[in-house]
């Protein structure tokens, strides 16, 4: 396996941990530490190398002080670099990236925004031609069935001229193939969408020319109107179109009931078709009458291109309604349930309101950055901080000398006599204050108390020898 250089995250990282280690010669290494821990946590990639380096730095800091403890004084400086210095910008280098990411994502979102809302405008332009078709289907194959059922009753009646029973007969065929054609040219653009409205008329206008095309159907109306959302209206209307439409393909000589029930709540359409009769309904007498009359309504069987009940369906669902159509004991049933108070829908799935799945890992990041740059120093720092203080308070008590030894020295003594008095370890807390310049001269500093609520906890011995004899011992007291 060969050696791969490192990259520049490593680099910078390296960096950092190396300045924070020099922080304790030369306090202005921390601006090199913050400055390469910044650039680091911009960078992209895992922060776990980062934090590796983090806890070997620590646990490195943290055997020096064990081996060493005459750097115990450097700590406090030492931890406040890891902290301040190294990792507060790491964090802050960390946010910016993500909150630059964040910016990306926000500005990418947008821009396919704009580029859905342009393909949804065009959608919306072509299903509102759609619909448009599809209405127009709608309404002139009800009346074409209407004009053909009413040529067929023409063409059975034996009063009329044996020419004008011709015409007729060809006004039938004629409207039946206009039927079948308009089915399949709007076949093509059928797609269930949003509900579309009639192109003009009430219910009772529909009924009425029904009626007057030889279609034997009655209205009934319980309730006032009163006011009538559009989407239920205009439900409704498609509701008894459909069903008379229906009525005029497969038993135009059975009698119709539409009823019309309006309450505080809804609106109740039922249409009911009876079955067949032997006996028909136009002018004329006789089976055969009958048997034309249904063959002149069922040549407009296609004016639904088979999709009527499944479009009206779905058209009552789009109102918030519920429709149920089938065959019963006296005949064929169509009823719908239209709420008053339930408002258009667009046929169009509604935009998906869960956030894009890059902007809600941005998102998620940045959080879980802002929790973790606030706790982890914070964290570090009493926990690193509680150790120090912990360690310092244990090597405090091997390097105090007692008033009473301090005392008793005398200047001159020599240094191995003194080696069974004086503690086995020196503090690491040394009051500054400058050093005899004499050559060969050597210092020892001796706490004065291991108490570290006592105003002496920072106070300390001085005790300097030189050629192997004490030449001076002083108090020093820290300011």
């Known amino acids: 396996m060969g050696w791969w250089p490192p990259g520049p995250t490593a680099v910078l990282i390296g960096v950092a941990a190396a300045s924070a280690g020099l922080s304790t010669v030369g306090l202005w290494w921390a601006v090199a530490t913050a400055v390469a821990a910044f650039l680091a946590g911009m960078r992209p990639g895992p922060a776990r190398p980062a934090v590796l380096v983090l806890v070997g730095v620590l646990a490195v800091g943290m055997v020096v002080v064990v081996v060493v403890p005459a750097w115990l004084a450097q700590g406090d400086r030492f931890l406040a670099v890891v902290v301040g210095a ?8 960390r946010f910016w990236r993500q909150y630059r990411e964040l910016v990306r994502a926000g500005w990418e979102r947008a821009e396919s925004l704009e580029r859905e809302q342009g393909l949804l405008a065009e959608r919306v332009r072509l299903r ?78 529909l009924v009425r020319r029904a009626s007057a095309a030889g279609l034997p159907v009655t209205l009934h109306v319980e309730g006032e109107a009163g006011r009538v959302p559009p989407v239920a209206e205009r439900a409704a209307y ?32 039922v249409v009911d078709s009876g079955p067949p009769t032997a006996t028909g309904r136009a002018r004329g007498s006789g089976p055969a009458t009958a048997t034309g009359l249904a063959t002149a309504a ?29 065959p019963t ?30 902007r809600r890992r941005v998102h998620r990041n940045v959080r879980r950055t802002v929790a973790v740059a606030i706790m982890l120093p914070v964290a570090t720092a009493v926990v690193v901080g509680g150790l120090l203080r912990t ?31 004086l503690p ?38 001085r005790l300097c020898f030189r050629a192997g004899r004490l030449e001076s011992a002083d108090a020093l007291v820290a300011r």
């Not at 190294?86 to 280098?93: K, L, Q």
């Not at 407009?300 to 669902?317: C, F, K, N, Q």
């Open 86 to 93: 190294a990792m507060v910008p790491w964090f802050a280098g």
């Open 238 to 269: 498609r509701v008894v179109q459909e069903a008379l439409t229906n009525a005029a393909k497969h038993a135009p000589d059975a009698s119709v009931t539409v009823r019309l029930r309006y309450t505080d709540t809804e609106i109740q359409v």
């Open 391 to 421: 360690w310092e308070i244990l090597a405090v008590r091997h390097s105090v000398l007692a008033p009473d030894l301090y005392a008793g020295l005398r200047i001159g003594q020599p240094r191995p006599d003194l080696a069974r008095l």
């Open 329 to 358: 004991g006296r005949g064929f049933t169509v009823s719908a349930r239209l709420p008053r108070d339930r408002a258009a829908h667009t046929g169009f799935p509604a935009e998906d309101p869960v956030v894009p799945r890059e």
């Open 128 to 205: 509102e031609r759609t619909l448009i078709a599809q209405d127009m289907h709608d309404v002139l194959g009800h009346e074409l069935s209407l004009i053909a059922l009413a040529a067929g009753a023409l063409h059975l009646d034996s009063d009329l001229a044996p020419e004008h029973r011709a015409a007729a007969q060809d006004i039938r065929a004629r409207a039946g193939t206009a039927v079948e054609r308009l089915g399949e040219v709007i076949g093509v653009l059928r797609e269930d969408g949003r509900p579309g409205g009639p192109a003009g008329g009430t219910v009772s206008d």
């Open 424 to 461: 086995e370890q020196q503090t690491a807390r040394r009051p500054p204050a400058a050093e005899p310049a004499a050559p060969g001269t050597t210092c020892e500093y001796y706490a004065m108390t291991a108490d570290p609520f006592d105003d002496r906890y920072a106070d300390a011995y």
């Open 298 to 326: 069922r040549s407009v069987a296609a004016a639904g291109g088979g999709w009527g009940l499944v479009g009206l369906d779905e058209r009552v669902r789009l109102a918030g309604g519920v429709l149920v159509h089938g």
